[in-house]
Nanobody, 125 residues
Framework: QVQLVESGGGVAQAGGSLRLSCAGS????????MGWFRQAPGKEREFVAA???????VYADSVKGRFTISRNNAKNTVSLQMNSLKPEDTAVYYC???????????????????WGQGTQVTVSS
């Protein structure tokens, strides 16, 4: 059974940084695509960043230049470094895995097969 567990969420001040990590088990993700999504209260889940199996990355315009996604195949993990945080970044953040090899990098939540339980990120002004 595939499980994804996020960690690293919390409270930060505007302009601060947080680093989210997602550890996977039950499957080797070397040839899978990995992404981060977020959902704020009353809003739909939205794409944040993704990295495909060959390391190509894609970012939402709202986080480009501030967030960095990275993967560690040896540890079966994907991370999201979030800098210059803004109050509008407040949301529950989810990591997700899409089986197989994709090109272009998948950005729709409907394309992903496995999801973590989410971790809360709150940015205060």
């Amino acid at each position: 059974q595939v499980q994804l567990v996020e960690s690293g969420g919390g409270v930060a001040q505007a302009g601060g940084s947080l680093r989210l990590s997602c550890a996977g088990s039950g499957r080797t993700f070397t040839y899978d695509d990995m992404g981060w999504f977020r959902q704020a209260p009353g809003k739909e889940r939205e794409f944040v960043a993704a990295v495909n199996w060959i390391g190509t990355t894609v970012y939402a315009d709202s986080v480009k230049g501030r967030f960095t996604i990275s993967r560690n195949n040896a540890k079966n993990t994907v991370s999201l470094q979030m800098n210059s945080l803004k109050p509008e970044d407040t949301a529950v953040y989810y990591c997700a895995i899409k089986r197989g090899r994709s090109s272009p990098v998948p950005i729709s939540p409907d394309e992903y097969d496995y999801w973590g339980q989410g971790t809360q990120v709150t940015v205060s002004s």
